[in-house]
C-alpha cells in the first residue's frame, strides 16, 4: 500500500479549511465586488433571463437564471420541530477558576473552567420551543437557551431552557406531548385542550405548567432572561470521581424581567420580532449582555433525605441545601454576519460534551442526546460539524467519510490518506493519551418499565404558587383560566384536582374562575367572530 503524503498542488485555493476558498482572483474587467454565478462567471445581465425576442418565449438554456432559481427552491432546510423560532450571538465565556471559594479542579478537569481569566469563545442560540419560525416572540412558551463553548478539546453544548425544569421526565413522553402542543393534525390550529388532555394525565407536568402560565412563561426578551442545562450532569476530577451537577445562567448586568399577557399582546401589535430585534440592537450598540453561570452541585447518590429524586428534571434542587456556586460569566458581543448560515445552521446537542463533564443517569437527558444530533443529521446534514459555526476552533481528524455535501477530509497533517480506518500501523491516526482516571460508576439492577419512586407530582409546584407574590399569582390563575375554559369537563376536572393537591388555595381559585367563565365565549371564538363583524366590504377589482 502506498504511502502518499503528498500535499495538493499550490492552485492558490484553500482545500481543507472551514472558511471557504481563498482564491482572489479576477478576470478582466472584474472587481473583488462584481456579481458572479456559483462557477465563477461574471454576471453581465441580472435583470432579464434570455428569450427569444424581448416577450419570450424562454429557452431552456438559461444557465444563469437556472442556478439562481433552482438555488433559491432549496434555500430552506427542514424547519426545526421544536424551538424553530430563534436567535443567536457570538460571545465569550470567562472562567473564574472556582467554583465558589474553591477551586474548581476538586469537582472537575474539564480545561475551560480551570484558570481565572481564562477565555473561551462561544455562540448561543435563544428560542422559544413550540411554535414555528415567524411566530411572535411574545407567545407564551418556554425559551430555549443553547450555549456551544469552542474550547480545547473540541466542542461542549450546554442545551437548556430558561425556566429550570420540564414537562416529562421519560423520554418515551417527549414525542407525544410535543405532538399535543403543536397545532391540531386536521385543522392546523393551535389547541389548549390537547394540550391540557396531555398535561391531565402526566401529573409530573404540574409544576413547570404553574411556571409557564405564570409571569415567568413570557420572558421580556432574550437579554433579561435566566438559563438552565435542566438536566442533571456529572462534573468528574483527575481521580475520575463524578460529582452532580446543575448549570444555572443567571442575567447579572441586565437583570430578570417578564411580562403579564395583557402586556405581550400590546407589544405583539406592535412588533412580533422584538425579542430578536432587542438582542441585536443591544449588542450593536455596545450594549453587550452578561450571564453568570452557576452550578449546584451534589454527591453522586440517590440522597434518601430528599423528598424527590435528584435526577427527575421536574424538580428544583433547593438552593439552601445545594448553593449556587458561581463558575464563570459569558459576555455576548458580537453578532452574527448571516442568519441562516450562522443561527439557522447552528446545531446543538446534549451530548457534546468535553473530558471532565459526563452523563447522569438522568433518563430524559439520555434520550435527548440520542434525538438532539440525530436532528441535526436529518435538518442540516451528515457533515453538518463541518460548517464554520458548528465546527470545533481546534484539530480535527477522523476517519469518517463522505456523505452529502462533505465539504473537505477532516484528516490530520501526516495521516496517510489512504488508511481511513483505526487501529493501523500504516500512519493512520493514533488514540490520545488519557487526561486522568475513567469515570467508572456501578450500574446494577434489574431492566424494568418503571416511574421512579419518588415521584412527588405536586409539592414543589404549590411551593412554587405560595412563593410567587400575589401578582404573579392573579396573572397565573387568570391565564390558567382562560386557557382551560374550553376544555372538556373531565380535563378541567383533573386540572383542578392537580393544582388542589399542589396548593388548597390554588386549586380553589382556578376552580372559581372556571365557574365564573362557564357561559362565555373562548378567545379563539371571539377573534373568529371580531374578524366577521370588523372586516371592510370591498368591491372586485
Not at 437557551?145 to 414537562?167: C, P, Q, R, S
Not at 424527590?308 to 448553593?323: G, Q, S, V
Not at 481528524?397 to 477530509?409: H, I, L, P
Amino acid at each position: 500500500m502506498k504511502n502518499n503524503n503528498n500535499e495538493h498542488e499550490n492552485t492558490g485555493t484553500s482545500v481543507n479549511g472551514a472558511g471557504g476558498p481563498s482564491d482572489s482572483r479576477v478576470t478582466e474587467g472584474e472587481t473583488q465586488d462584481t456579481l458572479t454565478t456559483r462557477q465563477g462567471h461574471p454576471v453581465v445581465d441580472n435583470q432579464n433571463v434570455r428569450t427569444v425576442g424581448d416577450r419570450g418565449p424562454t429557452t431552456l438554456e438559461n444557465y444563469q437564471f437556472l442556478e439562481k432559481i433552482s438555488h433559491f427552491d432549496r434555500e430552506r432546510i427542514p424547519e426545526r420541530v421544536v424551538h424553530a423560532r430563534g436567535a443567536g450571538a457570538h460571545g465569550y465565556f470567562e472562567a473564574y477558576g472556582t467554583a465558589g471559594d474553591e477551586h474548581v479542579s476538586k469537582y472537575t478537569r474539564a480545561k475551560l473552567f480551570q484558570e481565572k481569566g481564562k477565555k473561551t469563545p462561544v455562540f448561543v442560540r435563544f428560542s422559544s420551543v413550540v411554535h414555528g419560525g415567524h411566530s411572535p416572540e411574545t407567545l407564551r412558551d418556554p425559551r430555549g437557551f443553547a450555549v456551544k463553548f469552542y474550547t480545547e478539546d473540541g466542542n461542549w453544548d450546554l442545551v437548556g431552557n430558561n425556566l429550570k425544569i420540564f414537562f416529562i421526565r421519560d423520554p418515551l413522553k417527549f414525542p407525544d406531548m410535543v405532538h399535543a402542543f403543536k397545532p391540531d393534525p386536521v385543522t392546523n390550529v393551535q389547541d389548549l385542550e390537547r394540550m391540557f388532555d396531555f398535561i391531565s394525565n402526566s401529573p409530573e407536568a404540574t409544576h413547570m405548567v404553574t411556571f409557564l402560565f405564570s409571569p415567568w412563561g413570557i420572558p421580556a426578551n432574550y437579554r433579561q432572561m435566566q438559563g438552565s442545562g435542566v438536566n442533571t450532569y456529572k462534573w468528574v476530577n483527575k481521580e475520575g470521581k463524578g460529582v452532580l451537577v446543575k448549570y444555572h445562567w443567571e442575567p447579572i448586568k441586565q437583570g430578570i424581567k417578564n411580562l403579564t399577557q395583557e402586556e405581550a399582546e400590546k407589544i405583539q401589535a406592535k412588533n412580533f420580532n422584538h425579542a430578536t430585534q432587542d438582542l441585536y440592537e443591544a449588542i450593536e450598540n455596545g450594549d453587550y449582555p452578561e450571564w453568570e453561570l452557576c452550578v449546584q452541585i451534589m454527591s453522586d447518590d440517590d440522597h434518601p433525605e430528599l423528598d424527590f429524586d435528584p435526577l427527575d428534571p421536574t424538580k428544583l434542587w433547593p438552593p439552601e441545601k445545594f448553593p449556587f456556586l458561581p463558575v464563570g460569566k459569558m459576555v455576548l458581543n458580537k453578532n452574527p454576519e448571516n442568519y441562516f448560515a450562522e443561527v439557522e445552521q447552528a446545531a446543538f446537542g446534549t451530548g457534546v460534551l468535553v473530558d471532565g463533564l459526563d452523563f447522569s443517569d438522568d433518563k430524559l437527558l439520555q434520550g435527548r442526546t440520542f434525538s438532539y444530533s440525530d436532528t441535526q443529521r436529518y435538518r442540516v446534514g451528515s457533515n453538518y460539524l463541518q460548517l464554520p459555526v458548528n465546527a470545533p476552533k481546534k484539530h480535527v481528524a477522523t476517519n469518517q467519510r463522505d456523505g452529502q455535501m462533505t465539504y473537505f477530509v477532516d484528516k490530520g497533517p501526516g495521516q496517510n490518506p489512504h488508511v481511513n480506518y483505526e487501529p493501523s500501523t500504516l500512519d493512520g491516526l493514533k488514540e490520545a493519551p488519557k487526561s486522568g482516571e475513567p469515570h467508572e460508576p456501578h450500574v446494577e439492577g434489574n431492566l424494568t418499565r418503571k416511574k421512579i419512586e419518588r415521584t412527588n407530582d405536586f409539592g414543589q409546584a404549590g411551593d412554587t404558587y405560595r412563593a410567587f407574590e400575589e401578582w404573579e399569582k392573579d396573572e397565573l390563575i387568570n391565564n390558567l383560566v382562560g386557557a382551560l375554559h374550553p376544555c372538556d369537563p373531565r380535563i378541567k376536572e383533573k386540572m383542578v384536582s392537580y393544582f388542589t393537591q399542589a396548593d388548597k388555595e390554588y386549586g380553589q381559585r382556578v376552580a372559581d374562575g372556571l365557574a365564573k367563565m362557564s357561559s362565555m365565549k373562548t378567545n379563539n371564538d371571539m377573534g373568529v367572530e371580531m374578524a366577521k363583524e370588523m372586516g371592510h366590504d370591498a368591491d372586485p377589482y
